[in-house]
């Protein structure tokens, strides 16, 4: 399977940290047609266009080589890896991946049908709201986001421009809004501490 580096770099900014005992929410997750990767807090779906029947969570051990552009996911024996190629189809470098067993979340079922009311922008961790950039802002630094909200305490799913949707297969990004007291319990644990102003 061959699919764009930058989906597998976008993907892996949803991955949970390598210190999570969760170790299916650490790797990304290929379909036949999406690639995927959740945290428990954002999730991202997006199409890879590549024409594979190649299935897994996969662990990503490494960096990945800033000059790639391309990247093949090969089983060598018992071992998976990345292969990395540049503009030119050069080899530029390959990471270790570790195939993990498990059922994946599935990802169409964070969004539901039913909206309620939302009165208000809900409270978000300041990490999710720089996903975007993070994911995208390589190419696409000045990129307008929107926002659709299901409800005060439900998912939310970021909303893209055409170009972010062509470049990155359409992403779908949701991620998870903070309790709507918040802002009040981190005031109270200042006030306990006493260091409010």
Request: aromatic share 10%.
């Given at each position: 399977m061959f699919i764009?580096?930058?989906?597998?770099?976008?993907?892996?900014?949803?991955?949970?940290?390598?210190?999570?005992?969760?170790?299916?929410?650490?790797?990304?997750?290929?379909?036949?047609?999406?690639?995927?990767?959740?945290?428990?807090?954002?999730?991202?779906?997006?199409?890879?266009?590549s024409k594979t029947?190649?299935?897994?969570i996969f662990i990503l051990h490494g960096d990945i080589p800033a000059s790639a552009e391309g990247t093949g996911f090969q089983q060598v024996g018992s071992q998976w890896i990345a292969v990395h190629m540049d503009d030119y189809e050069r080899p530029v470098g390959?990471?270790?991946?570790?195939?993990?067993?498990?059922?994946?979340?599935?990802?169409d079922k964070l969004l539901t049908t039913e909206e309620e009311p939302c009165t208000e922008f809900p409270p978000f961790a300041a990490e999710l709201l720089a996903l975007?950039?993070?994911?995208?802002?390589?190419?696409?630094?000045?990129?307008?986001?929107?926002?659709?909200?299901?409800?005060?305490?439900?998912?939310c799913q970021v909303l893209f421009n055409a170009a972010i949707n062509s470049f990155y297969g359409d992403p779908v990004l949701v991620i998870m809004p903070m309790k709507s007291g918040v802002f009040e319990l981190h005031r109270k644990a200042m006030a306990q501490k006493g260091e409010t102003h």
């Open positions: 764009y580096t930058d989906l597998l770099r976008a993907a892996l900014c949803c991955t949970a940290s390598q210190e999570d005992s969760r170790k299916i929410l650490r790797g990304v997750h290929i379909t036949k047609t999406h690639i995927q990767a959740t945290n428990g807090i954002a999730a991202v779906s997006m199409a890879h266009e029947e190649l299935e897994g390959h990471n270790e991946l570790e195939l993990v067993e498990g059922k994946f979340p599935d990802l975007p950039y993070r994911m995208f802002g390589k190419e696409f630094t000045s990129m307008p986001v929107n926002f659709k909200f299901f409800g005060p305490e439900k998912p």
